[in-house]
């Protein structure tokens, strides 16, 4: 590219390592940085500490050249004329996030200034941490005029981040002065500008060098605020419809009817209109919890936002509930659970309602025999296998013998089932599915009874409407 950027990435998680290769991908010089030795040896070995769709390819393309990895925090950050900040901020007991790593690499980066820096926040931080960021900047020293401090939120979905990240809906900056807004200006230009669109390498998507990346530039305190809120929002919409999918099944409406109808109305949309176990993953619940407790500071009841997290718990004791209707005890049952990970295409388990839902399962004494495409290893350092917790190598070997099988994640793999193989299988015909993956008149067509969730139940040989249950 004609004008690239030396950058530096600190932190090679989701976020950071994503940010890296793509950066590479622009075009950039980019060297991420990590403080755990072991990772960056996988790392420099062209190994993928993480299951994300188009890194290995991205890594073997631009690992060694295009983007290095260092455990040397101080060196990255002189070569660089941008720093990414992309660190943990975990949850902290009062719902605040936890900016302690934060604090203590903007105190290595001020030890290692030598020339104007623009540091940049990509981790998901509360409003006026760029406020933060100038004041520990000062403590140690460094001259005003020696940096700018930029919000640059990331916008990724697991599964898809690369994808989010090089064909994104809109990149925003927060910048309060304007030297620093041309330093980003220049690291996005491939992307608002199309000519990464335009390489014969480049990974296709729905942008284009006609229609190119779109990109926002505000104040740092505004750009902070729409990373929680957007989050916020999407949580809101999962909240709703699964509050909506309650109603429906106490009527028998069918949610599936509802959210399309919904989603059709251009003010609305479809997207998040899946009504299941609920929301989970690195970002919505800790987003959704920090953003509360900024509006608390502040002054502001945000009442709602306490409404979006009960009803998001709620959901995964309605889901229980099914499995133990369906089934009327739950002592001594074996069952099957497909999907650990919080969502599909993904191994991350952090806040997956599916862990959760097989923690209940156990407690009130069933057995469960699980398999994930990809979480199973992170899956067994949480749920270790146990007389009551096993993992099978495959879909089939999991639902040999339940008692029922259950749907927790939405992987495709999990959406096209051999029905047939899967009646043979199983000791009941049962299938409790908390992603509605199928439609229940063909789990009934292929002899199964189906409990799914914001629709009426699909009972094999059975004559009449079920009488509800009540335990």
């Given at each position: 590219?004609?004008?690239?950027?030396?950058?530096?990435?600190?932190?090679?998680?989701?976020?950071?390592?994503?940010?890296a290769?793509?950066?590479?991908?622009?075009?950039h010089?980019?060297?991420?940085?990590?403080?755990?030795?072991?990772?960056?040896?996988?790392?420099?070995e062209?190994?993928?500490?993480?299951y994300?769709?188009?890194?290995?390819?991205?890594?073997?393309?631009?690992?060694?050249?295009?983007?290095?990895?260092?455990?040397?925090l101080?060196?990255?950050v002189?070569?660089?004329?941008?720093?990414?900040?992309?660190?943990?901020?975990?949850?902290?007991?009062?719902?605040?996030?936890?900016?302690?790593?934060?604090?203590?690499?903007?105190?290595?980066?001020?030890?290692?200034?030598?020339g104007?820096?623009?540091?940049?926040?990509?981790?998901?931080?509360?409003?006026?941490?760029?406020?933060?960021?100038?004041r520990?900047?000062?403590?140690?020293?460094?001259?005003?005029?020696?940096?700018?401090?930029?919000s640059?939120?990331?916008?990724?979905?697991?599964?898809?981040?690369?994808?989010?990240?090089?064909?994104?809906?809109?990149?925003?900056?927060?910048?309060?002065?304007?030297?620093?807004?041309?330093?980003?200006?220049?690291?996005y230009?491939?992307?608002?500008g199309?000519?990464?669109?335009?390489?014969p390498?480049?990974?296709?998507?729905?942008?284009?060098?006609?229609?190119?990346?779109?990109?926002?530039?505000?104040?740092?305190?505004?750009?902070?605020?729409?990373k929680?809120?957007?989050?916020?929002?999407?949580?809101?919409?999962?909240?709703?419809?699964?509050?909506?999918?309650?109603?429906?099944e106490?009527?028998?409406?069918?949610?599936?009817?509802?959210?399309?109808?919904?989603?059709?109305?251009n003010r609305?949309?479809?997207r998040?209109?899946?009504?299941?176990?609920?929301?989970?993953?690195?970002?919505?619940?800790?987003?959704?919890?920090?953003?509360?407790?900024?509006a608390?500071?502040?002054?502001v009841?945000?009442?709602?936002l306490?409404?979006?997290?009960?009803?998001?718990?709620?959901q995964?004791e309605?889901?229980?509930?099914?499995?133990?209707?369906?089934?009327?005890?739950?002592?001594?049952k074996?069952?099957?659970?497909?999907?650990?990970a919080?969502?599909?295409?993904?191994?991350?388990i952090?806040?997956?309602?599916?862990?959760?839902?097989?923690?209940?399962?156990?407690?009130?004494?069933?057995s469960v025999?699980?398999?994930?495409?990809?979480a199973?290893?992170?899956?067994?350092?949480?749920?270790?296998?146990?007389?009551?917790?096993?993992?099978?190598?495959?879909?089939?070997?999991?639902?040999?013998?339940?008692?029922?099988?259950?749907?927790?994640?939405?992987?495709?793999a999990?959406a096209?089932?051999?029905?047939?193989?899967?009646?043979?299988?199983?000791?009941?015909?049962?299938v409790?599915?908390?992603?509605n993956l199928?439609?229940p008149?063909?789990?009934?067509?292929h002899?199964?009874?189906?409990?799914?969730?914001?629709r009426?139940a699909?009972?094999?040989?059975?004559?009449?409407k079920?009488?509800?249950?009540?335990?």
């Amino acid at each position: 590219m004609a004008n690239p950027v030396s950058i530096c990435i600190i932190g090679s998680g989701y976020v950071g390592l994503v940010a890296a290769v793509c950066f590479a991908e622009m075009g950039h010089q980019v060297t991420c940085v990590d403080n755990d030795e072991a990772k960056v040896r996988l790392l420099r070995e062209g190994g993928v500490p993480i299951y994300e769709e188009h890194l290995p390819e991205l890594l073997v393309r631009h690992g060694g050249k295009g983007v290095v990895f260092t455990t040397d925090l101080s060196e990255a950050v002189k070569r660089s004329e941008a720093i990414f900040i992309a660190v943990g901020t975990p949850q902290g007991d009062t719902g605040a996030a936890d900016l302690s790593f934060v604090e203590a690499v903007v105190s290595e980066i001020a030890r290692a200034v030598n020339g104007y820096k623009v540091i940049v926040e990509k981790s998901t931080v509360p409003v006026y941490t760029n406020e933060w960021i100038h004041r520990v900047m000062h403590r140690h020293g460094v001259d005003p005029q020696g940096f700018d401090v930029v919000s640059n939120p990331e916008f990724l979905r697991e599964g898809t981040a690369v994808m989010d990240f090089l064909h994104p809906d809109r990149i925003v900056v927060g910048a309060n002065t304007e030297r620093a807004a041309q330093v980003l200006r220049r690291i996005y230009e491939p992307l608002t500008g199309g000519s990464y669109y335009a390489q014969p390498l480049a990974l296709q998507g729905m942008c284009t060098p006609a229609a190119p990346a779109r990109l926002l530039v505000t104040s740092a305190q505004s750009s902070e605020i729409i990373k929680h809120a957007s989050n916020a929002f999407l949580a809101l919409k999962i909240s709703f419809i699964n509050a909506v999918a309650n109603l429906a099944e106490a009527v028998d409406a069918d949610i599936e009817d509802i959210a399309a109808g919904m989603g059709m109305d251009n003010r609305i949309g479809p997207r998040f209109l899946r009504a299941g176990l609920g929301y989970g993953g690195s970002c919505f619940p800790k987003d959704v919890a920090a953003f509360h407790w900024v509006a608390q500071q502040q002054g502001v009841d945000f009442q709602l936002l306490n409404e979006v997290r009960k009803i998001n718990e709620t959901q995964k004791e309605v889901f229980f509930n099914k499995v133990r209707a369906a089934l009327w005890t739950l002592r001594g049952k074996r069952l099957a659970a497909l999907g650990l990970a919080f969502k599909g295409d993904t191994d991350d388990i952090r806040e997956s309602p599916a862990i959760d839902v097989i923690r209940k399962l156990i407690d009130a004494g069933a057995s469960v025999s699980a398999y994930d495409p990809a979480a199973m290893e992170r899956a067994q350092a949480v749920l270790p296998t146990s007389e009551k917790m096993s993992y099978a190598s495959g879909i089939y070997e999991a639902a040999k013998d339940a008692d029922a099988v259950l749907i927790l994640t939405d992987w495709k793999a999990f959406a096209t089932l051999d029905l047939v193989r899967l009646n043979q299988l199983v000791r009941f015909p049962i299938v409790i599915d908390g992603r509605n993956l199928y439609k229940p008149q063909v789990m009934l067509d292929h002899g199964f009874t189906y409990v799914s969730v914001g629709r009426p139940a699909s009972y094999q040989a059975q004559q009449g409407k079920p009488r509800k249950m009540i335990f």
